[in-house]
């Protein structure tokens, strides 16, 4: 009775292991990963298998097939899993026709010396590897790109080029001279952002991470954002912990705000300390960019930090360890 006491006294947030937590209110992705462990599956086995229930789930749509038509209408993939044990990676991006990207990244890790395979050739390598090849539309998202060309192609994402992109379709061709605004504004709709990025450490402290994602809505074909770059949209070290970051993927890329995160880490910097010094990173330069970012460390010691700007004040995401034993939606302040 008194070890029950003092355990429902303690903070929900202090270190435990084994530790999940991934990005934003994915909770039957969290509930997957946890049961993975529970059953015996390794932190590897966990964050495949909590992304790969974010794609079946469609996750806000920003996740899996059927969201995110690019300027053609096709929604394509991209999917990111590392090893903190061994830093072995498995990645694809602008992966078509196949549902399971981040079951086709964990197959580039362990049967090719490769880290990246894009586009049509990722396809061919994951039916090749038995993944099924299917139409990843649906009619939700062949109405959001009927809407949008309906729309004279608004929001995208052309800048320095002819016809004028703020008011018009494409063809587009390069302007003579480049204009660049005083204060540029990015059309950016976080809705459309909403990456599974899942970090997973297991009772001895070995960490694994994870990201799946169908990109943004509208974006150029071929477009390849943070979510399958290691450092970026993800990164695990077993010697000093994980970190995932989402939001806009473009300005987020330029930072490698997961690697700095992890290394802050093992440096000796508390979780939530290397989540806002990632974000500030980004934030000096682009005080107004969307994004967020998830931090875990060896202990089972976890953080998070976003940038706040309009309409973005504060940033969920899901934590399951031994104190709570089931997905806990918990909530940052933005900065």
Known sequence: MILFVIICLLPLNQAALPLVINTWHF?????????????????????????????????????????????????????????????????????????????????????????????????????NMGFMSEDLSTNKSIAIFSQWLQQNCQPNYRKNVFPDPSKSCGPYKPKAKLWKPKNPKRNF???????????????????????STNGATHKIPGRVGDSPVAGAGA????????????????????????????????????????????????KKYYPDFFGAIICANTTGGYGAACNKRPGFSQFPFMVVNPQTNQSQLQKVDCF
């Open 235 to 282: 990164y695990a070290d077993s010697t000093a912990g994980g970190a995932a970051a989402t939001g806009d993927g473009d300005i987020m890329m330029r930072f490698l705000p997961s690697f700095l995160a992890v290394d802050l880490m093992r440096n000796g910097d508390q979780p939530t300390v290397a989540c806002k010094t990632a974000i500030s990173r980004i």
């Open 189 to 211: 709709d976080p809705s459309s952002h909403d990456t599974i990025g899942m970090i997973a450490i297991g009772k001895n402290g070995q960490v694994a991470a994870a990201t």
């Open 27 to 127: 909770k039957d992705a969290a509930n997957a990963a946890w049961s993975t462990l529970q059953k015996g599956g390794s932190v590897l086995d966990a964050v495949e298998r909590g992304c790969a229930r974010c794609e079946l789930e469609q996750c806000d749509g920003s996740v899996g097939f059927g969201g995110s038509p690019d300027e053609r209408g096709e929604t394509t993939l991209d999917a990111m899993i590392m090893n903190g044990d061994t830093m072995e990676v498995g990645a694809v991006a602008d992966l078509r026709r196949v549902k399971n990207a981040v079951g086709v990244a964990r197959a580039v890790m362990e049967h090719t010396e490769h880290t990246f395979i894009v586009g049509e050739s990722a396809t061919i390598f994951a039916e």
